[in-house]
């Protein structure tokens, strides 16, 4: 081994500089490569592109190492590229282990609910300003609270798609196998919306902490307002837990799995979207306004 080191770090040094320089590119290229892809083949290729480099320099000297750069260039890049897509359909047709995937619509998932969250709270805090003159006058908050909006209903539509099969493949497990476990949690969603409901009706009926100006602002009813929304808070968490829960007690199809992967890729992309109009909207307001 060392001595094969000091064999080709000799050769390494008594190349021309320039013949050199192409080849320590073009290792350093093979590198954007998959890795099983370059433990099989990475030692072969480079060895064919040295000798090609050789046969071009003992042609037409450095011109004809220049000639070879940019078709080097096109060739690892594309040759990368599709090594990466047929990853990816292999992925796509089933490779993916369930449990990787399993997580990956759940982490989707739970992201969502997280945005919704955090989308509720912005809409509230933004409706004064949305509601004004600013928008008119400063087009940047107009065009991208209007992108915000656009994402989530694009996430929303997205998230149902993938995740309303795989919620009934898991009711139908669920019945089929008498799985009470799976339908008890499945049944923590409404109940915790019934008793968000129930909470808000009573501290709306009963005025709790005062709605007028000289108490919608004082300690008590910042305490109420703001437990009611720990409570909504609380609420999404268990049910978003209580549903993820059920589905990995489920047996669900492994094909249904793999096709949450698109939905899931454009929600994700979707809520990527609305995470940049957001930065660009806050930048906006606190440049402008």
Not at 114 to 132: P, Q, R, T, Y
Request: with cysteine; aromatic share 8%; hydrophobic share 55%.
């Amino acid at each position: 081994m060392s001595h094969n080191s000091d064999r080709t770090g000799y050769a390494a040094r008594c190349e021309p500089l320039m013949l050199a320089a192409t080849l320590w590119v073009y290792h350093r290229l093979i590198m954007v490569q998959p890795p099983e892809f370059r433990r099989a083949f990475g030692d072969s290729i480079t060895q064919v592109f040295r000798q090609t480099c050789l046969d071009a320099y003992r042609s037409n000297g450095n011109l004809g190492l220049a000639r070879l750069w940019l078709p080097a260039l096109s060739d690892v890049l594309s040759g990368a590229l599709a090594e990466y897509a047929a990853l990816l359909a292999h992925a796509l047709k089933g490779s993916l282990p369930v449990l990787q995937l399993r997580r990956s619509a759940s982490v989707i998932f739970a992201a969502f609910i997280a945005f919704v969250l955090a989308g509720i709270a912005f809409d509230k805090m933004s409706e004064d300003i949305m509601k004004s003159s600013l928008p008119a006058t400063y087009p940047l908050l107009s065009i991208t609270y209007d992108a915000m909006v656009v994402g989530s209903v694009i996430a929303l539509l997205a998230v149902l798609a993938g995740g309303i099969p795989v919620a009934l493949a898991s009711l139908r497990y669920a019945l089929a196998h008498r799985r009470y476990d799976i339908l008890a949690r499945f049944a923590v969603p409404p109940v915790a919306l019934i008793v968000f409901l129930v909470v808000a009706r009573v501290v709306f009926v009963l005025n709790l902490g005062g709605n007028t100006p000289a108490t919608i602002h004082s300690p008590q009813r910042i305490a109420t307002v703001g437990g009611l929304a720990l409570l909504f808070v609380l609420c999404a968490i268990v049910s978003t837990y209580a549903v993820l829960s059920a589905i990995a007690r489920s047996d669900i199809d492994e094909r249904l799995l793999r096709f949450t992967l698109l939905p899931g890729a454009l929600a994700t992309v979707a809520m990527l979207a609305m995470v940049a109009a957001h930065i660009l909207w806050s930048f906006g307001l606190w440049l402008d306004a």
